[in-house]
Nanobody
Framework: QVQLVESGGGLVQTGGSLRLSCAASGRTFSSVAMGWFRQAPGQERREFVAAIKWDGASTYYADSVKGRFTISRDNAKNTVYLQMNSLKPEDTAVYYC????????????????????WGQGTQVTVSS
C-alpha cells in the first residue's frame, strides 16, 4: 500500500513558477515509477503530465509541458517533485501524483491505467 500527499499548489501569474511535491508512505516507493497527472475543469479524464522511472534514470513528458516542467525524485525522502516554470493559464488544473502498480518497470508510462495509487490532488491556478 502506498499513500500519496501532494503539496505546493497555489495561484500564480502567467510566466511564474511553482514546485509541487508528493510525499509517499510505504516501502515500495523507491521501486516504482511515479507520475504527475492533471485534470482541468470540464475534463473527464486526468491528463498525463510527466513520469519518472523508479531509479530516476529516465523521464517522460507530455508535449504540452516539455521544456517547461521538470520531474525529479528523492528516494531517500520518499518524495517526487514537479518543477513548473513559464506557467500558462492552460496549465490551470488539479495536479495529482500517482505511483505505478508494477515494481521495477523498465520504462516510464503515460497511461493512467498503469498507476495504482493516487494522491488527493493540489490545485494550480495560473492567472492571465
Amino acid at each position: 500500500q502506498v499513500q500519496l500527499v501532494e503539496s505546493g499548489g497555489g495561484l500564480v501569474q502567467t510566466g511564474g513558477s511553482l514546485r509541487l511535491s508528493c510525499a509517499a508512505s510505504g516501502r515500495t516507493f523507491s521501486s516504482v515509477a511515479m507520475g504527475w497527472f492533471r485534470q482541468a475543469p470540464g475534463q473527464e479524464r486526468r491528463e498525463f503530465v510527466a513520469a519518472i522511472k523508479w531509479d530516476g534514470a529516465s523521464t517522460y513528458y507530455a508535449d504540452s509541458v516539455k521544456g517547461r516542467f521538470t520531474i525529479s525524485r528523492d528516494n531517500a525522502k520518499n518524495t517526487v517533485y514537479l518543477q513548473m516554470n513559464s506557467l500558462k493559464p492552460e496549465d490551470t488544473a488539479v495536479y495529482y501524483c500517482a505511483a505505478d502498480a508494477t515494481t521495477y518497470r523498465r520504462y516510464v508510462t503515460p497511461m493512467n491505467s498503469n498507476y495504482e495509487y493516487w494522491g488527493q490532488g493540489t490545485q494550480v491556478t495560473v492567472s492571465s
